[in-house]
């Protein structure tokens, strides 16, 4: 069992209603790519998602509006607050990792990738992936680093791939059950990772972020323009 303190990272098992997910399910045919990524790791927003030779990996609309989201939100910052006290729901949208692919980009995440905050060792982001169905190493559960929280990663390097190789020595891919939640650390050194089945994997993110700075992330998150 991962320790969140200690690890950067832990699971809570079987918290989330089943008929919750399952609802967020049935509405994926409505879901759209507001930001994508390539096979070789181009990345693109909007319109010009088009121009990519293909997509591994794509992230949805934010969906923090959906009833059943804002359910899941309020079993899920409870925990939460236990870390983060003075936190609130950033962003919610659905990231998918298409049949196949192969994609891997380890990085550290909202607020820790952009420059202001990216070597700030304070705890001011949690990240949490929530499973539509249960996820293993075979359907892509996410990749983490234990114990990488302590560690400064410059978010530059990180889309340079200078960490590619540290992370594959260090990864670990928990096993997910539907149901349950993997909370993280953003600073945790984390990936998408390859999906070997055919079909693709869709998991619900929500990023929780300490409410003193969510005004400031706002004005400069690429996030809030491409959803618009």
């Known amino acids: 069992m991962y320790n969140f303190t200690v690890d950067g990272f832990t699971i809570i098992d079987n918290c989330i209603p089943i008929e919750l997910l ?20 181009t990345y693109a927003e909007g319109n010009q998602i088009k121009e990519l030779n293909d997509i591994s990996v794509w992230w949805s609309q934010l969906v923090i509006d959906w009833v059943e989201v804002q359910e899941i939100n309020h079993i899920v910052h409870s925990k939460i607050l236990n870390y983060l006290p003075n936190s609130e729901l950033y962003t919610s949208d659905i990231v998918v990792i298409n049949g196949k692919s192969t994609w891997i980009n380890p990085h550290v995440d909202t607020p820790y990738r952009f420059k202001e905050y990216n070597f700030d060792k304070r705890l001011l982001g949690i990240q949490c992936i929530i499973p539509l169905f249960d996820l293993d190493k075979n359907n892509g559960s996410t990749g983490l680093v234990p114990k990488s929280h302590t560690k400064n990663f410059d ?73 618009a």
């Open 155 to 227: 978010i530059n390097l990180c889309y340079k791939g200078q960490f590619n190789y540290w992370f594959s020595e260090r990864v670990v891919q928990p096993e997910i059950k539907k149901g349950s939640v993997l909370m993280y650390n953003c600073r945790v050194l984390h990936s998408s990772m390859p999906n070997n089945v055919d079909t693709v994997r869709p998991a619900l993110l929500c990023n929780y972020v300490d409410s003193s700075i969510v005004e400031g992330i706002k004005k400069i998150d690429s996030v809030w323009s491409s959803n």
């Open 22 to 41: 399952d609802s967020i399910y049935s509405k994926f045919d409505t879901l759209y790519p507001v930001r994508a990524s390539s096979s070789n790791k």
